[in-house]
């Protein structure tokens, strides 16, 4: 128990960033928009390179600079994406209401998982340090990982429905404008800052 609980303690510190994730993930959940398999995704995404770092696979991440390098460039080319189509939608905030469905079922998850997989920082986060410090609770690491797996689903999920709560203040373009604006802002910053980082 004591591990499952540090566990949920280090994945809640590190989930709760403001990122390109979870700001679609906000924006999706204003939106209703496939609220839920989105944030299932996220989180069983988590889940599953946690489990992989507690496994052995952040010793193999780390021994590759050249796979990190390339999902390096590949997520910052990504966010640019997002973050240019954010901006576009912040100086045209006439196409931006909370009931409207941007996105088709199948175009989101994608999108969802794009975010995820494309930030090396992701990696670092779940496969290598919470994989690295699993190791200090011997045969309980699993129930560390266990517990940091689910701060990520508590996160989301919390994430995703509680920003129906924000429904009232999003019902103007100009709050749909400062959002969007704010996720370019995010999205465009993140890239540059992979691209600028050293390997």
């Not at 609770?137 to 995703?160: D, E, N, P, T």
């Not at 924000?166 to 370019?184: E, Y």
Request: net charge positive; with cysteine; hydrophobic share 55%.
């Amino acid at each position: 128990m004591q591990a499952a609980l540090a566990g949920l303690a280090l994945g809640g510190s590190l989930i709760v960033a403001i990122g390109a994730q979870n700001a679609f993930i906000l924006r999706q959940g204003l939106a209703r928009s496939h609220v839920f398999i989105l944030c299932l995704i996220c989180s069983l995404s988590d889940l599953l390179l946690i489990m992989a770092g507690i496994a052995g696979f952040g010793t193999l991440l780390s021994d590759n600079p050249l796979l990190i390098t390339i999902v390096r460039y590949a997520g910052a080319a990504f966010l640019a994406f997002y973050g240019l189509l954010a901006l576009h939608r912040a100086l045209h905030p006439h196409i931006l209401r909370p009931a409207e469905k941007e996105m088709p079922l199948k175009q989101a998850p994608l999108t969802v998982l794009g975010f995820t997989f494309l930030n090396p920082h992701v990696y670092l986060d779940t496969v290598v340090l919470i994989g690295g410090l699993s190791t200090q609770y011997g045969s309980a690491r699993w129930a560390f990982g266990a517990g940091a797996g689910l701060a990520s689903f508590i996160w989301f999920y919390s994430l995703g429905y509680g920003a129906r709560l924000l429904a009232p203040l999003f019902s103007r373009p100009a709050s749909w404008r400062i959002l969007d604006g704010s996720i370019a802002f995010i999205m465009i910053w993140l890239a540059l800052r992979l691209l600028t980082e050293r390997a």
